[in-house]
């Protein structure tokens, strides 16, 4: 019997006035694509690290912002196409300023986008998950709990 694995990632919907924060990204699920792919700052939970820290990690590596987490989106779960199932803790937050031009390997570049831009990305097919239109319009909806619902035990002094 094999062992399920969920991986866990953390996913920030960043927004600033009426545009989203998008990364633009290689297709890592289909690396032969010559399309590249839009996706929220997001990637995985590293050891030792909490939800909060890997949030604002991700962010500032793949778009060079550094941001305020307002409330927990809540938790979006996704089997990618190659099987791979997904535990994507979201958060709604701010950016506070940018910090970098360095970004990950794979990211192309960040930057702001109009919900109109995002739904003709999706049109395109352009967006990396069905998850990206989901947050954004969960956000828009008011969708959100207070950071406090996230009890970390092993972080207890890290609420944002």
């Known amino acids: 019997m094999s062992r399920f694995l969920p ?15 998008l990364v633009e990204e290689r297709d890592r699920i289909n690396p032969d694509a010559t399309a590249t792919v ?5 990637g995985h939970l590293e050891a030792g ?15 060079g912002w550094e941001i305020t987490l307002k409330s927990y989106l809540g938790l979006y779960i996704n ?23 360095i970004l990950d390997e794979g990211i192309m570049r960040a930057d702001w986008y109009s919900l109109t831009a995002i739904k003709a990305l999706e049109r395109d097919g ?9 947050r954004i319009h969960d956000a828009l909806e008011g ?18």
Request: aromatic share 8%; no cysteine.
């Open 126 to 134: 352009r967006l990396r998950s069905p998850l990206v239109v989901r």
């Open 49 to 63: 690290e909490s939800l909060f820290d890997a949030a604002h990690r991700e962010t500032l590596e793949e778009s």
């Open 79 to 101: 089997t990618a196409p190659n099987g791979v199932v997904y535990h994507s803790h979201t958060f709604l937050a701010r950016p506070l300023r940018r910090a970098s031009e």
């Open 143 to 160: 969708r959100s709990w207070p950071l406090t619902l996230i009890r970390d035990f092993d972080h207890p002094d890290n609420a944002s």
């Open 38 to 42: 839009f996706n929220q700052p997001a």
């Open 7 to 21: 991986h866990v990632t953390v996913a920030a919907v960043v927004v600033d006035r009426d545009r989203f924060l």
